[in-house]
């Protein structure tokens, strides 16, 4: 089993609809993070949480929210999803005891019409 | 402001070498980091560099050079298994990750 477990791993949905991504990790790691990625630009961070009364904001939140249910589960949700949302979502974990390395899971496709 | 900078695009044949050039410009430095990722798959991490130098992981090596903002990772003995984006991506001094959009290598038989 994957120790970063992203669902639903494809949603497609119109525009308006709430939508919400979860994520949920074995790592035991306190820190979590939503990307975003499109073709041909870098890895986007939307929101970081360092631990479970931690909430930060990234560099593109606008337009999306998160929630720290524990320390293992980390949800994204768009309120009112656009087609400009239509992206690959990551979760990702890291440890800062280590060297900060990041272990994502397999990542959420969403289509937004 | 914090760039991250690497090719588009690289073409290389089976069994030869090949190295993949980031150069990066980051508010404070806590490392440099080299991530695979293979089409519709999440990143995989291949290396992490915090001093200069060269670090040596089997087929891949990675090098930094933190006076002059750079860094390459050089891929030996190249396999079709290979191709896919190579991610450069430095850690500034909040330990945030910035990433470059990634290297796409095209292996050739």
């Known amino acids: 089993d994957a120790d970063v477990t992203q669902t639903p791993r494809n949603r497609i949905t119109k525009t308006g609809k709430r939508i919400m991504l979860e994520c949920s990790q074995t790592?035991?790691?306190?820190?979590m993070y939503w990307y975003r990625q499109d073709p041909g630009l870098g890895l986007q961070l939307i929101y970081y949480?360092?631990?479970?009364?931690?909430?930060n904001k990234g560099e593109i939140s606008d337009g999306y929210s998160v929630s720290r249910q524990a320390q293992a589960k980390f949800s994204l949700s768009l309120e009112s999803a656009i087609p400009n949302q239509t992206a690959l979502y990551f979760c990702?974990?890291?440890?800062?005891?280590?060297?900060?390395?990041?272990?994502f899971g397999e990542g959420s496709r969403l289509t937004v019409l | 402001g914090q760039n991250i900078d690497q090719p588009t695009e690289m073409t290389a044949t089976e069994g030869a070498i090949v190295q993949i050039n980031c150069t990066y410009q980051?508010?404070?430095?806590?490392?440099l980091f080299w991530y695979q990722q293979h089409a519709g798959e999440a990143p995989t991490f291949l290396s992490y560099?915090?001093l200069d130098g060269l670090e040596e992981k089997g087929r891949f090596s990675s090098f930094l050079s933190r006076s002059k903002g750079y860094s390459y990772l050089l891929l030996k003995e190249l396999q079709m298994k290979d191709s896919a984006s190579y991610l450069c991506?430095?850690?500034?001094?909040?330990?945030?990750?910035?990433w470059g959009a990634g290297t796409k290598l095209i292996i050739k038989p």
């Open positions: 949480s360092f631990d479970v009364k931690d909430i």
């Open positions: 560099n915090v």
């Open positions: 980051t508010s404070g430095f806590n490392g």
């Open positions: 990702a974990t890291s440890d800062l005891t280590d060297t900060g390395e990041l272990f």
């Open positions: 790592k035991g790691h306190d820190r």
């Open positions: 991506a430095s850690m500034d001094s909040n330990y945030q990750l910035i």
